[in-house]
Structures are given as C-alpha cells and as structure tokens.
C-alpha cells in the first residue's frame, strides 16, 4: 500500500519538475526566438511562438548602433599626471561595434577580479589559518564584522573615493572593491585549517623559506578552496549590476549588461533589439556554465559548506 | 603556553614578519575599498552632504536618521522590502527543499541537467532576464496579458509593471525565478550526503517517508538550510537591478526598495549624507537578521 502510494506521488513529482523546469527555460527561449523575430511578430498580440522567418536585422542594428575601439591600452598612472585626469592612450584597437567591446570589458573585469582575489585571499587566508601574529585575532573579526554587512551601501562613499583615486568611470574601479571584499580570505581560511601544521614544520626545519612553503606546500592543499573561490568571484563579479552602473560612464567603459540596460532606456519598445542584446550577453556565459557546470556546482556547494 | 614558550624570539619575529606580509596584499584591497568606505558611509550620514565640489558638508547630527522617521516614501520602500523578504525566503526554501528531493535521486545526468536548468536564470544575468521579463509583462505585446485572458482571468490589457496593485507581485516572481538556483544545488548536494544506513534503518524499522525524511534527513540538512535562510534573506534585502531596470521604483514609489530609494536619493536628488543614513539602518537590519537567523539555528541544533 505504502509503496504504491509513493510510486504515484514520485510519478506526480516528475511530471510537475518536468513542467517548472520548462517553465525555467522559457526566458531564455523566448530571448533567444525573440532576437531572430520580424518587428511585425514581436509587436503581435498573439504571442508568435516559433519564428515563422528567421531575420538577423536585431542583430544588424545591435552591432551597427555605436562603436568603439576593440580596446585602448593606457600607460599605468598616467592619470595622475595629466591635466583632465584622463590616462593617455598609447594604443588602440580598430573600431568595432561597442557589443563587442562591452563583452570584452566584462571578460577582462571578471577574469581580473577573478585572478587579484583568488591571488590575495589564497595568501591572507593561509596567513590566518597558520600564522602565528599579534593582530591576528582583531584582523579576522573585522573580516567577519564586514562580511554581513550589505556590500551596496558601501557603494556611494565608493563614488567619492574613486574620484579623487583618479579611478572613477575606469574598469579598475569596478575590480578593486571586488577584490577588497573579504567572502574570500574567510573562505580559504576554513581550507587552510586543514593542513598540517607538521607539514609546514618540517618544510621550515628543512631551510624553504616561507613563501616557498606557501607556494609548493600549502597552495596544493588549498586549491579545491582557491577553485570554488574563483568561479564564486566570477559570476558574481560579472553579474554586479550595481556597482558597474554607478562606477562606469562613458560608452567605451561599459560592461556588456550595463550597455543592454542603457539601450533598453534608450530603445524601450524595441523588444527585438533588445533580446539580441540580451542573447549577446547571455549565451556567451551559459557556454561557459554549461561546459563547466560541475566545477560551479561543486564551488557552490563548497564555498556554502566551508563559509 | 607550552607552545608559545617552545617558540624563540627569532621564530616569533620570522612568524609575524612573514604573516603581515601575507596578509598585505589582500589588508589593501580591504581596507581601501571596504573598510574606509564604509566608514564614510557612517560619517557622512551625519552631515547634509550633495558632493557637490563648491559646497560645504555641513555637520546636523542625527538630522537625517530623524528625516528618515518621518519620510513616508523611506517607510514604503521599508515595508515593500520586508514584504519581499517575508514572501520570497519561506517560498525560495520550500520550494527549492521540494524540486532538490525530487531531482537528487534521479540518474546523475538527469540530476545535473536540471540543476542546470534551474540555475540558469542566475548564470543569464539579472540585465537580460529582467528584460525578457518586462516584455512578457508589457501591456500590449506581453504574453502575460494574452495568457490571462486567454483563460479568462481578465477581459482587459492589465498593465502589470504600471500598476501599484500587481507591480511588487511581479517582481517578487522574478525574482523568485533568480534565487532558487544556489538553494537547488546546495539542497541536492545535502540530501546526497545525508547518512543512507541511517535511512535504512529507518526503513527496517518500518517508518513512513514522511518520517524517514522529518525525523532523519531534515535534521542533517539543518546547516544547508540555515545558510539559504541567510543568504535568500540578504539577497531579497538587497534586491535592486530589478527595481531599477522594470520599475524605476514606480509607479509612484509603489516598488521602492530600500536599496532602491537609496540610490534613488543619491544619485537622483543628490543627497548623499541622507542616502547614506538610509545604508546604515540597512546595515543594521540586517545585522540583526543575521544575528537572529544564527541564533535560532544553533539553538536549534
């Protein structure tokens, strides 16, 4: 009896996972027909569920609409030297349609925050774990205390200091308090516990000085931590709307959801042009999740059970 | 002290010397982009503050904390935060516990391919799934309004985003799609884990599912639960491309969200010393939520 009872309850249960995760997919359905849709379908009162003609005029208009150089190579510090503050160009690439730069700022944003943070919290989180320091104690608290606190409020005063840092409406500005935000050094130092304080012991008896402990002894043992940091910091560094529409202004500067969003206040009823900038945003970076979908899955449940 | 004394001075210098060292590096980036930051957040909530680069911060005390007392927009967009948060954390739980104990036990490649599919709204970014959205909700083109009617729930174009009575409703559904992935995969990756001899045991002993999964994996799944409470909590809280991508706070600042009207004070009225004030009582709410959340969960374990 029992048994039977399940059996129909788990025939139920699929049969309504089935229905939800049809009914997950379907943005992204519908962003993706969207953008290959005719202006006459999109604007249809009937929803028109398959494209009856496949058109690649949203995506025309989205890469015709603005411009930009591929990118522009800026010599280091330049801007504290110059008069308007501005870093002076030494190189740029040719011009492109801005989509293309803006996917290119968002990559590079990401995969920098990315790299500085795994790079300082792999360092600081194993200084806490295994170091013995007056400080120690007071540093890791303040860790803690910051960690709980709401990361956008800080955002305004962040305005302030970025301006008279030179950085403001720089992609660097968006990095930094990326990097700066301590998720990270917590995380690693939960790893870092674990390795052996013997091991570190008989490196030092043994004359390796100590960052070379830390890169031959300590960094192997802390690397499944240092993996799920990193894709933690990189989809929530490319995913920080917030922050990278206060911190970035001008057209070369933006992030690829940044520029779909400004284009949306901008061509609000053009829906089709805007599902082919949403698409250009999006697959890119669902390629990537589903080629890597175990190692997001297993630095998201890492990352919750060690924090 | 046995160790410290075991310890010699030069040991102890090469210690310290070498953890500040670490340590630097990451102190930087902290201490410049989150700790002095957040000072001023604190400091400038004293002072009537636009940025301006002529004019004077002027210092008035817990001026702005009493403003925001009696400002009937901030109360609004307090309330509708804690209706998010109070609708959509029991709702992304449950929901979430339900789909991972439906989908945990599957074959793995199925079990992955719908961790997958429920995630995705994460992965495609809160700037394109909030566009597709505010298409699905328009009044004319949406397929919102041609489903309602077409099963006869309304006989008119409702203006979903544009009206006070269904916007915030709209938005918590979206968001809603946003934040039950991390959940999903925390819960299937919990409930893989829970002890199976005990489940077994359990089964000899001829307890009902109900039971094996109230009186055995619930509690093993405990901590995995508390922190999707903490996280789902300050993720609502600080809801907010949402806001200002579908709503813009309207209409008539039906949809302020704390996080929204601060930016809204900020960076539309310029009031910078008021907005800030607005971030402290965040920090503090949710401070204390944090706190409360712990609390129960360890006196519960």
């Known amino acids: 009896m029992r048994s039977q009872k399940s059996m129909a309850y788990r025939v139920i249960a699929m049969i309504l996972v089935v229905i939800l995760a049809l009914l997950f997919l379907f943005p992204l359905y519908w962003i993706v027909t969207g953008s290959f849709k005719t202006g006459k379908e999109i604007n249809s009162t009937t929803p028109v569920w398959w494209p009856s003609e496949w058109t690649l005029t949203n995506y025309e208009t989205l890469m015709s609409k603005q411009t930009a150089n591929l990118f522009d190579l800026s010599i280091p510090f330049s801007q504290y030297f110059t008069k308007d503050g501005e870093a002076i160009v030494f190189l740029s690439g040719p011009e492109v349609p801005a989509a293309i730069r803006w996917l290119l700022n968002t990559v590079w944003m990401a995969v920098a925050a990315m790299l500085l943070t795994c790079a300082t919290a792999a360092m600081a989180g194993y200084a806490l774990a295994k170091k013995r320091f007056v400080g120690r104690g007071l540093i890791f608290t303040l860790i803690v205390c910051a960690m709980a606190l709401p990361k956008q409020v800080i955002l305004i005063p962040l305005i302030r200091e970025m301006s008279s840092l030179k950085l403001y409406n720089t992609i660097s500005a968006v990095i930094y308090p990326i990097v700066g935000w301590p998720f990270g050094v917590f995380l690693i130092k939960q790893f870092a516990e674990g390795i052996p304080g013997e091991i570190l012991e008989s490196a030092r008896i043994d004359g390796a000085g100590e960052f070379r402990t830390f890169t031959k002894i300590a960094f192997p043992m802390i690397k499944p931590g240092v993996g799920a940091l990193a894709i933690f910091t990189f989809i929530s560094a490319w995913n920080d709307y917030f922050m990278q529409l206060i911190m970035l202004t001008s057209t070369r500067n933006l992030t690829i959801s940044l520029g779909i969003a400004k284009m949306q206040a901008e061509n609000s009823t053009n829906f089709g042009l805007i599902m082919a900038g949403a698409a250009f945003a999006a697959v890119p970076i669902i390629i990537v999740f589903v080629i890597f979908q175990k190692y997001f899955t297993r630095g998201i449940t890492m990352g919750a059970v060690k924090g | ?301």
């Not at chain 2, 201490?31 to 940025?51: E, H």
């Not at chain 2, 074959?107 to 505010?134: C, D, E, H, M, Q």
């Not at chain 2, 409470?229 to 813009?248: D, G, K, R, W």
Request: with cysteine; aromatic share 16%.
């Open chain 2, 1 to 301: 002290m046995p160790k410290r004394s075991r310890m010699s001075r030069a040991l102890v210098r090469r210690e310290t010397t070498a953890g500040y060292l670490f340590l630097l590096p990451s102190l930087f980036f902290f201490i410049t982009f989150v700790l002095v930051p957040m000072f001023i957040c604190i400091y400038t909530s004293f002072f009537d503050s636009n940025m301006g680069k002529d004019t004077q911060d002027v210092f008035i005390g817990f001026n702005n904390y009493k403003e925001l007392l009696g400002d009937e927009i901030f109360l609004g967009a307090l309330k509708n935060t804690l209706i998010i948060v109070v609708v959509s954390v029991p709702t992304v739980c449950i929901f979430s516990l339900w789909v991972a104990s439906a989908i945990y036990d599957m074959k793995p490649a199925l079990t992955s391919i719908y961790r997958v599919i429920f995630y995705l709204p994460v992965v495609t970014g809160s700037v394109a799934v909030t566009v597709v959205w505010k298409w699905m909700f328009n009044n004319y083109y949406g397929i919102f309004n041609y489903l309602s009617q077409g099963v006869g729930l309304t006989n008119q174009n409702i203006n979903w985003l544009g009206d006070a009575r269904y916007a915030l409703w709209c938005i918590i559904l979206i968001l809603f799609t946003t934040s039950v992935g991390q959940p999903i995969v925390l819960y299937v990756s919990a409930l893989g884990n829970v002890d199976q001899t005990l489940v077994e045991a359990a089964e000899v002993d001829g307890a009902t599912n109900t039971q094996v999964f109230w009186k055995i994996k619930w509690p093993q799944i405990m901590p995995t639960t508390l922190y999707i409470l903490v996280i789902t909590t300050i993720n609502s809280f600080q809801c907010f491309a949402l806001i200002q991508l579908l709503t813009s706070g309207g209409p008539n600042h039906s949809t302020d969200t704390i996080m929204y009207y601060i930016y809204y004070t900020a960076f539309k009225l310029y009031r910078y010393g008021y907005g800030n004030a607005m971030g402290v009582v965040l920090m503090i709410l949710i401070a204390i939520l944090s706190a409360v959340q712990f609390r129960l969960g360890k006196s519960k374990s």
